[in-house]
């Protein structure tokens, strides 16, 4: 998408595929909702699930059809836009993440994450539940950063969470039993990062709180795998 603005005249790009619009924004936010929301999605879960890059995450059947499902609920918290076919985009993008010639790590990906999550996960989390869609894709998504968070794979290997509040998640866990409920809502509660509308949304805390428990019983391969199948 390309700003449909040129003070010294346009080049005619749209002869190779581009698309001149007036104001880019919504398609900024397609980005952000769709190929960041999910590359989020399956950053933290296939890290934790043993997969060093996207393409391993796609290769496994559950987590590449949660990738999907992810993907589908992203597009419909999107409004229409001009020259998009949304459900071709996401198929796009899943085609794109199962490249072999591609290594982009998870781990590369999950770094950040309370930087990313208000604008990938948590923003169409909060228009699904005003439009009365599902949201329990992304509250997968944030149950499996929030398992992240905990900096210790299934295997009790330990990692750093390279997020720049890492020192302050790390206090705020320290104390914690593990448990579900008490580690989703002290994360949740890290100020300035939950938006108020999902704090308030009984349905949401529920949801998010079912995942984080069926991964931290599971762990993160059984979870994935329970999730597939609805």
Known sequence: MIEDHFPGGRPAWERAGAIFVSDVTPYERMKLTMLNGSHSMLAYAGFLAGHHYVRDVMADDSLAALVRRHLSSAAAVLPALCGIDLAAYGQALA???????????????????????????LAPAVLSLEAGLPVRPFAFAVAAWMRYCLGETDGGDTYALRDPRAVEITAVLASLPHEAEAISDALQRLPGLFPAKLLEASQWRCEVSRALGRIL??????????????
């Open 217 to 230: 019983d599971l762990g993160m391969r059984g979870a994935i795998a329970e999730e597939a199948k609805g």
């Open 95 to 121: 085609e794109r993440f199962e490249n072999p010639a591609i290594a982009h790590e998870t781990y590369q990906i999950a770094m950040d994450g309370t930087e990313k999550l208000p604008q990938r996960l």
